[in-house]
């Protein structure tokens, strides 16, 4: 990435990458067009690929833009302060939901990436979801009370359920024509109860 773009007013930058991310939303790796980036953008194509140098390189920067800007919007809300497995999902869930209603192309292009099969992205891609999924656990349920799980469960075990829970979800629901993000929301929360029901010692029910 060409330094320079950092130099760009930050709302700026903001216009340039979210025009990418709804492109990428829009349309599978190969098919995205830089054309209709710069467009929305308001910049000519040469300009975008002198802030980036192809658009490999401005995919991954998005990419690692939203993952980055989920980790910040977790980190202002003060998620060390939460003990509860549960409630720390919900307040995961309340920071994507913010996200979603000022982006709706963010989780789209997210779903998108993580299920990206073409060759110029694919390992790169891979390699950046095995991380994140990895560094997940252990960075936001620092604080933890993991005594609640009944002795038999294992918590990340539990954690893996409702990520993939989650994700796969959105991915169905993001297509259909009467998606509601609120209703997505309230489904899920109320699948994590009944979750927590089995998984939880009685006493802290």
């Known amino acids: 990435m060409n330094e ?6 930050e709302e700026k930058q903001r216009k340039i990458i979210y025009s990418a991310v709804r492109v990428f939303a829009e349309k599978e790796y190969r098919y995205a067009s830089t054309d209709r980036m710069a467009e929305l953008a308001g910049i000519s194509k040469g300009l975008l690929f002198f802030y980036f140098k192809n658009k490999k390189s401005l995919y ?9 800007l989920i980790v910040r919007q977790m980190e ?3 998620f060390k302060e939460e003990h509860d497995f549960f409630k720390l999902f919900e307040l995961s869930i309340r920071v994507k939901s913010a996200l979603m209603k000022d982006n709706p192309y963010i989780h789209g292009f ?4 993580r299920y990206e099969e073409n060759e110029a992205v694919k390992q790169e891609l891979s390699e950046r979801n095995k991380t994140f999924l ?24 539990v954690f893996m359920l409702l ?20 209703r997505i929301c309230e489904d899920y929360e109320r699948w994590m109860d009944w979750i927590k029901g089995s998984v939880y010692r009685k006493e802290y029910l």
Do not use: C, T
Request: aromatic share 18%.
């Open 110 to 113: 997210l779903l998108k990436a």
């Open 163 to 182: 990520y993939y829970l989650g994700d796969g979800y959105l991915r169905e629901a993001v297509g259909r024509n009467d998606f509601e993000l609120d």
């Open 4 to 9: 320079k773009f950092l130099k760009l007013p």
């Open 134 to 157: 990895e560094e997940m656990f252990p960075r936001w349920f620092p604080e933890v009370d993991f005594s609640k799980f009944k002795e038999n469960v294992d918590p990340q075990d």
């Open 76 to 78: 202002k809300m003060n």
């Open 60 to 68: 991954l920067y998005v990419y690692d833009h939203l993952i980055g």
